[in-house]
Structure formats: structure tokens, C-alpha cells
């Protein structure tokens, strides 16, 4: 069965650091892009950006470029979104999810269970 | 970065009605768009990939239809376990945008 599994939820506080995983399985890690989609309380869906693991491509959405990084170890079949210093707004459900590099099926089609992320004095 | 529009944002139907959702791209984005489905408290799940190719597994009461910067969602019979919030994704051009979400409701 092709899955990606997340890490648990999290709470920490402002300026803390984080560091979230997803890790795949029943398929060839490196030959999709993973992706890192933002759901904020009530709200829509945002994506963060991406990796492709077969080459450590990296593009960031620029309202995340620089506040968070975005990684994977090819070895594990995980990869990886981390912040090095916590705000509330941030917030927020975080997904990965698979998507295939051909622009013919190039959809997100296989998505994580969600790791909720409270940032609160 | 490329807008998405979807309308309504919100919409009441009953049972067996056919439901249509639209999506409007601020730019040309031939057929790179998706449709997911979101149940509360649940991960999207894919609906229809580049424009109008049903994902294996879903339903085919869900159809989707256009290209360039107009493109919609149908539901042609909705059912009970349609209740969700459903949304559009572009991906022509990094970054990858979705639309703000349709809220589907059973009368």
C-alpha cells in the first residue's frame, strides 16, 4: 500500500525550534516530488513548497521562502519541514503529500494524515 | 503567482441534485488543474487530475470539464456523503495555488 505517515502533534512555544516528518512508503521515495500544504484554523489550503529527493530539488512558495526549510533523507524514504524559530501564526495543520513529476498526472494523489502544529506561551 | 477563484464558496443542495462548482485562473493554465476533496477533520483526498481524468476509486458522479482559465466541477447526483469542502489546484506555474474552497451542504 503506497502511504505517507506523519509525525505526531506538536506543541511548542513561540521561538522554538521544529522539525516535522513524513515518511513514505509501498513506492520509489525519490521518483515524486513531496510537497508541504498549510491548513490554518477554519481556513484554505496553501502550499509551501516541495522536494524532489532523486536530485534534492527544492522550490519554497515565496510566503514561506526563508521561514521554513524543507529537506529528506532518501535513505529513510522521510522527508522533512522544520522552522527555527516558532510564531503563533504558525499554527496550523501541516500535510505532505506525493505528486507525480509528469504534468500529465501531476497531482498531489497520495497525502499524509496531517501533523497539527500549536505554537502558545 | 496565478490566482484561483472558485464559486460559490458555499452551496445547499439536496440529494440526487446535480451540483456544479466553478474555478477561474487569473491566467492561462491550459489543463493543469486538479480538484480535492476535504472532509472535517480529514486529509484531501484527489478527485480529478488534469482537468477532467477521474482519480481510480472515485465515484463517477464527479466529473470535471474545461482548460485555460475556466474549469468546473460536477457532482451529478449528490449524495449524503458528498458533505465536504472542495477545492482547485493549479499547478502551470510554481507556486502551486489552490482556490479559497466550496463548501458543499445537504439540504
Known amino acids: 500500500e503506497v502511504q505517507l505517515v506523519q509525525s505526531g502533534a506538536e506543541l511548542k512555544k513561540p521561538g522554538e525550534s521544529l522539525k516535522i516528518s513524513c515518511q513514505g512508503s509501498g513506492y520509489t521515495f525519490s521518483t515524486y516530488y513531496i510537497g508541504w500544504v498549510r491548513q490554518m484554523p477554519g481556513k484554505g489550503l496553501e502550499w509551501m513548497g516541495h522536494?524532489?529527493?532523486?536530485?534534492?530539488?527544492?522550490r519554497y512558495s515565496p510566503s514561506f521562502q526563508g521561514r521554513v526549510t524543507i529537506s529528506a533523507d532518501k535513505s529513510s524514504s522521510t522527508a522533512f519541514l522544520q522552522w527555527s524559530s516558532l510564531k503563533a501564526s504558525d499554527t496550523a495543520m501541516y500535510y505532505c503529500?506525493?505528486?507525480?513529476?509528469?504534468?500529465?498526472?501531476?497531482?498531489?494523489?497520495?497525502w499524509g494524515q496531517g501533523t497539527m502544529v500549536i505554537v502558545s506561551s | 503567482d496565478i490566482q484561483m477563484t472558485q464559486s460559490p464558496s458555499s452551496l445547499s443542495a439536496s440529494v440526487g441534485d446535480r451540483v456544479t462548482i466553478t474555478c477561474q485562473a487569473s491566467q492561462d493554465i491550459s489543463n493543469y488543474l486538479n480538484w480535492y476533496q476535504q472532509k472535517p477533520g480529514k486529509a484531501p483526498e484527489l478527485l480529478i487530475y488534469y482537468a477532467s481524468n477521474l482519480e481510480t476509486g472515485v465515484p463517477s458522479r464527479f466529473s470535471g470539464s474545461g482548460s485555460g482559465t475556466d474549469f468546473t466541477l460536477t457532482i451529478s447526483s449528490l449524495q449524503p456523503e458528498d458533505i465536504a469542502t472542495y477545492y482547485c489546484q493549479q499547478y502551470d506555474n510554481v507556486p502551486w495555488t489552490f482556490g479559497q474552497g466550496t463548501k458543499v451542504g445537504v439540504k
Open positions: 503529500a506525493r505528486q507525480s513529476v509528469e504534468m500529465a498526472t501531476g497531482a498531489f494523489d497520495i
Open positions: 522536494l524532489y529527493p532523486g536530485d534534492s530539488e527544492i
